[in-house]
């Protein structure tokens, strides 16, 4: 990213799974940092993390620890961000914030930069990242509403026990670890034991059956593709595996479009690689897609329940794209603005 200016950043968070990727993604993509300054809960304050080769002292997090930072990015949890975004925007900082306390404010843009980059010019000082399973979609249906138009989506989640924190990836191990080893395994980080096993739930339920995870996904896509009619209905479900969130996609399309169509059109989306040929076992899968940074898209189909349906398989690492990557990709975009 060729420019002059150096920027201090903050990473609020620093310890944890996706703060950990934040500050590796820096470093990787280069971005043009005066200084990075880490924060994380007060049983880490002195721990050190490593940034770009060097060692970081994970500092205390209060109100007035903003003066001077030009961006702060927040992967702490909604309490922390809600607690701390408005001081740091109020001392001047760009906030990028990972958590969903702020997604759905009206003067917060809800940004994926592939998908609607100028909605950061209307930040008021916050700028929030998607829900790691709303990214990859809307990477998805973007380009297909562009040429096709899109009419209803029905999306089915595979997602990661990273994606719950490292609470949840730890207790997955352990529990593996201990069926191998024919004990019974301990369950704390969400319902029901996820080794061997499938959770069609976990997140908070509402009245009507869905869950909070479910109705994020549909009020968040709605934001970021300016459709707030959007039919689109979510089924969220947690599975064993470490890293990387599948999606299961229909999608009805205005004007018909062949599998043939569809290929053609995600494979020059901005961030989207297709990897699809059943007949020679290609199709995207989390192991092989953990650690790379692009949405992968496979098993494209023409619906064979309506005239204009397109059925897709994609997978994302919800720690780097559905995560980390986003937020470092936003303060980028910012930064060409001419925003910070
Ligand atoms: N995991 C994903 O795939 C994903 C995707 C999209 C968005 N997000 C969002 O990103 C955020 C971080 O998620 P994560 O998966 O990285 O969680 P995590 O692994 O559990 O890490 C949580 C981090 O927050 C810090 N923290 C907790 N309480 C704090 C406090 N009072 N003050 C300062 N720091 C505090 C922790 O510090 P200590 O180590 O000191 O406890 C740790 O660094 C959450 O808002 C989550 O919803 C996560």
């Known amino acids: 990213m060729p420019t002059s200016k150096r920027l201090n950043v903050a990473v609020v968070g620093a310890t944890g799974l996706v703060g950990q990727q934040l500050l590796q993604i820096l470093a990787q993509r280069k971005f043009p940092v005066a200084s990075v300054t880490a ?9 050190r993390v490593p940034f770009n080769g060097e060692h970081l002292t994970l500092r205390h997090l209060d109100e007035t620890v903003f003066k001077g930072i030009d961006i702060v990015m927040f992967a702490a949890g909604a309490d922390v961000s809600l607690l701390y975004a408005p001081a740091a925007a109020e001392a001047g900082a760009l906030v990028i914030d990972k ?8 003067n917060v843009p809800l940004v994926v930069p592939e998908v609607n980059p100028e909605d950061i010019r209307d930040n008021e000082g916050i700028i929030a990242s998607p829900n790691c399973v709303t990214i990859p979609l809307t990477m998805v249906l973007e380009p297909l509403r562009a040429r096709f138009g899109v009419k209803r989506v029905v ?10 924190g490292r609470a949840l990836m730890d207790e997955l191990e352990d529990q593996t670890q201990a069926i191998a080893a024919g004990k019974e395994p301990s369950v704390a980080a969400t319902s029901h034991q996820l080794a061997y096993n499938v959770i069609p ?5 509402d009245a009507d059956g869905y869950n909070e995870e479910e109705m994020k996904l549909v009020h968040e896509t709605r934001k970021i593709l300016h459709d707030a009619e959007l039919p689109i209905a979510a089924t969220c479900v947690r599975v064993p595996v470490p890293i990387g969130h599948s999606e299961s996609v229909l999608i009805e399309t205005n004007e018909k479009a062949s599998a ?33 940074d692009e949405v992968y898209v496979g098993r494209i189909r023409e619906d064979l329940s309506s ?3 397109l059925i897709i398989w994609l997978v994302s690492d919800n720690l780097r794209k559905g995560a980390a990557l986003n937020a470092v990709q936003i303060a980028e975009r910012a930064l060409e603005m001419g925003v910070i």
């Open 39 to 47: 924060f994380a809960s007060e049983r880490s304050v002195g721990a």
């Open 99 to 106: 958590s969903s306390a702020w997604r759905m404010k009206a």
């Open 155 to 164: 999306v089915s989640s595979y997602q990661a026990a990273s994606g719950a």
């Open 201 to 205: 739930g976990g997140w908070k339920p």
């Open 260 to 292: 043939d169509d569809a290929r053609l059109v995600l494979g020059s989306a901005p961030g989207v690689l297709v990897e699809d040929d059943p007949h020679a076992k290609i199709y995207p899968t989390p192991h092989h897609v953990a650690g790379k």
């Open 307 to 309: 005239s204009h349906g």
